[in-house]
Structures are given as C-alpha cells and as structure tokens.
C-alpha cells in the first residue's frame, strides 16, 4: 500500500529562521512528487513537481530536493505570510489511472 | 496558471437534504476530476474520480449512492450529498489534473466547499 508520511506534525518558527519539512515516501513507481499550501479553510494550492531523485526546484523562499525515498520542502528566512499547512503528495499509476496518495501535512507557524 | 472553482463555499442544510456542490475548470478541459474529502487535522482522502461521458469510479468504503458524481461536460463536476446527516458534514475539495504541459498531471484544486449539516 502507497504510503506518504509527513514531519514534524507542527513546527514553530521565528521569522527568518530557516529550516526544512519532510515527505517520506512508499510507494510503487512513483510518477511525481507534489508540494501544496494550504490556507486554512482554503482548497491547496500547488507550489512544486518533483519527478526524479536530484531534481531541486526553487520558488522565493521555497526550495523542494528529491531522492528516492524522501523529499525535503527547505524555507528559508521565513516571513509570516508563509504560515500554513504544507502537503506532499506521490503520484503513481494504478490501474492505468493516475493515482495521488497525500501526507497528513505540517502546519507551519512563522512567529514575527 | 490553471484556475479551479468550487461552488459553494459553504452551505449549511438541514438533516434529509441534498446538497450540490459545482467543480468547475475555467481555463482548460478537464476529462477526469477527483473528488476529496478532509476531516480536521487530517489529510485529503479521496472518495471518487469522476470522467467525462461516463460513470464515477468511487473509493472503497464510498457510498455511490449517498454521494452522486456527474461529470457533465469538460469543465463541470457536480457532487451531490444525498440525505445528509450530520456525519457527512465535512470540508468538500475538488481538484482536476492539468497535463497540459507536464508528465502527470499537476492537480489543481477548487477552494473547496464546508458543508454543515445540522
């Protein structure tokens, strides 16, 4: 069974202290790995596609890495306004369709 | 970037009511979108996948019958809660892939839809 497990649960922050979220993965033929921000009472929002072990993409204070088993979301300098809940979702192929299996989220608390 | 609309955002009906919430792509076609449901604190879980021109294909443990999906043209889902009960009151999400450009599929997703049932 495909498997996306998140840490921490929460995470407290100062602002501008950097630090990083974890998605560990299991899951059969893993086809991308997803970022969403999510805003309180909100539909998520996409920020990255990973698809390979190696591959980094950046966005502002957001820096997303890849390896085989696990992804990092990296925030640096964080600012309020990137509190949130953060999820990362694998994507697989079952059964011919398109299959996205979602981590439980880290809820990020940015103190000014 | 690619737009996806959830109407309404929040309804509150009583015991025994249906309810519909609308799942629209306003920027590109979208022949499948899923739908999810999420509990507080908890992650999105998927009940159903629903296709263009044909029938839903739903999660195990969804009930076909108390959550009706019609995927009208390619750009509108539709979920219906029939009979609500309080224990379907819950945060609705819809989100549609956008493979336009990409391997699989980014999601998109709707602003999502509250619904209480009193």
């Known amino acids: 069974e495909d498997q996306v497990t998140q840490s921490p649960e929460a995470l407290r922050l100062q602002e501008g202290e950097s630090s990083s979220l974890n998605c560990s993965y299991t899951v059969s033929g893993l086809r991308g790995l997803f970022w969403y921000r999510q805003d309180p009472g909100k539909g998520p929002e996409f920020l990255f596609t990973l698809y390979s072990a190696g591959e980094e993409k950046e966005k502002e204070r957001l820096k997303a890495t890849l390896t085989k088993k696990e992804s990092f979301l990296h925030i640096t300098a964080p600012k309020p306004e990137d509190s949130a809940t953060y999820l990362c979702a694998a994507a697989t192929i079952s059964g011919g369709y398109q299959k996205v299996t979602f981590g439980t989220g880290t809820k990020l608390q940015v103190i000014p | 970037g690619a737009v996806v609309s959830q109407h309404p955002s929040w309804v509150i009906c009583k015991s025994g009511t249906s309810v519909k919430i609308e799942c629209r792509s306003l920027?590109?076609?979208?022949?499948?979108m899923f739908w999810y449901r999420q509990f507080p604190k908890q992650s999105l879980m998927l009940m159903a996948t629903?296709?263009?021109?044909?029938?839903?294909?739903?999660e195990q443990g969804v009930e076909k019958d108390k959550f009706l999906i019609n995927h009208a043209s390619l750009t509108l889902s539709t979920l219906t809660v029939t009979s609500a009960h309080p224990e379907d009151s819950s945060f609705y999400i819809c989100?549609?892939?956008?493979?336009?450009?990409?391997?699989?599929?980014?999601?998109?997703f709707g602003e999502g839809s509250r619904l209480t049932v009193l």
């Open positions: 920027d590109f076609q979208a022949t499948t």
């Open positions: 629903s296709n263009e021109g044909s029938k839903a294909t739903y």
């Open positions: 989100s549609a892939p956008y493979s336009g450009r990409v391997r699989t599929g980014e999601l998109f």
